[in-house]
């Protein structure tokens, strides 16, 4: 094969293969580095308010039961701690509305809460006014109240509790490393090595054919080839943080279901149980903020692949033509 037509052979494959790298490059960076502000700003903030308004819940459901069991209650109005707890989780549900992630199916489940918990305050209103003389009646309508807040598949928990699973599940798409991720990245790593055996085998035939052994412009390329670790050192990072966002909704979740089981079981919840799960609930929020946040470098530098493809196509394309342009090729 003559030397020119050699050489604009080897031009052309080292253009197409700095595309196709940078191409694959980038699909990859960007199926990881494209899901830390959804988390951070939308679905983690879902989960814990899914969360946080079932505590309210559970908290004011105490706080309401002792009332009624302190002799307290007057029929005059209920106790200041469900007030309190029911307002927190009324906010709770209004800031779900704004940012769930369960789709149509969220917003069916969230109007059926919003509704159920209306019944659920005036049963232990009911419960409160008939408290003052008429314990069997207020007893009854306390039930009610439990019921509507605990009862199996139909109860405001249960419901929540199917509206955190179908969060979660889009957490997961956003935060596991699954098997479909690695196919960019697989691919990246094909292109940039098939890159790397076409350099080297132009820098053998141009040593071969020119009185030059080695093409600096060719070597800046393969430097840039090492320099492409950095994005995948980067995606790593990024993904080690939305693994420890997602433990930490996982442990907030764990520490709730716990509670529920204790409820059910008929283990008397204390206040400090409740506390110690709000607490829970908002150092998780904290954490993942700033885990999210602290991925928001990483995201910018996304443009840096492209410009590196294209100072690879600039560099390949230098380094050729300076032999293309010659007087005299050697057969």
């Given at each position: 094969m003559g030397t020119r037509r050699l050489l604009v052979r080897r031009l052309r494959e080292l253009l197409v293969l700095a595309a196709l790298a940078t191409a694959a490059l980038a699909w990859a960076y960007d199926g990881i580095h494209r899901h830390p502000e959804e988390v951070r700003d939308r679905t983690a903030p879902a989960v814990l308010e899914v969360?946080?308004?079932?505590?309210?819940?559970?908290?004011?459901?105490?706080?309401?039961?002792?009332?009624?069991?302190?002799?307290?209650a007057d029929g005059t109005g209920t106790?200041?701690?469900?007030r309190i707890q029911i307002t927190a989780?009324?906010?709770?549900?209004?800031?779900?509305?704004d940012r769930q992630v369960a789709g149509e199916d969220g917003r069916r489940t969230l109007s059926t809460v919003n509704a159920l918990l209306a019944v659920?305050?005036?049963?232990?209103?009911?419960?409160?006014?008939?408290?003052?003389?008429l314990t069997a009646l207020s007893g009854a309508w306390f039930l009610r109240a439990e019921d509507v807040l605990y009862r199996k598949e139909t109860g405001i928990l249960f419901r929540l509790q199917e509206l955190q699973q179908a969060q979660r599940g889009r957490l997961a798409e956003q935060t596991v490393f699954t098997g479909g991720r690695w196919t960019p990245w697989a691919l990246a790593g094909a292109a940039l090595l098939v890159l790397a055996a076409a350099l080297t085998v132009t820098q053998y035939q141009l040593h071969r054919r020119f009185p030059q052994r080695l093409n600096?412009?060719?070597?800046?390329?393969?430097?840039?080839?090492?320099?492409?670790?950095?994005?995948a050192w980067w995606a790593w990072q990024t993904q080690v943080r939305l693994d420890e966002a997602r433990g930490e909704l996982a442990a907030v979740i764990a520490v709730q279901q716990r509670a529920v089981a204790d409820d059910k079981a008929g283990r008397e919840l204390t206040a400090r149980q409740m506390a110690t799960l709000v607490d829970r609930t908002a150092v998780a929020r904290e954490r993942v903020r700033r885990g999210m946040g602290a991925t928001s470098g990483?995201?910018?530098?996304?443009?840096?692949i492209p410009a590196g493809g294209a100072v690879a196509a600039v560099l390949s394309w230098a380094g050729l033509q300076r032999h293309l342009v010659q007087y005299r090729f050697r057969p």
């Open positions: 969360a946080a308004a079932r505590s309210a819940l559970m908290s004011a459901h105490l706080a309401a039961e002792r009332y009624l069991d302190s002799g307290l106790d200041e701690e469900y989780a009324v906010q709770n549900l209004s800031q779900i509305a659920y305050q005036e049963a232990v209103g009911q419960a409160v006014e008939h408290a003052d003389g600096p412009w060719l070597l800046t390329v393969c430097a840039l080839l090492l320099a492409s670790a950095l994005p990483r995201t910018g530098r996304a443009v840096l």
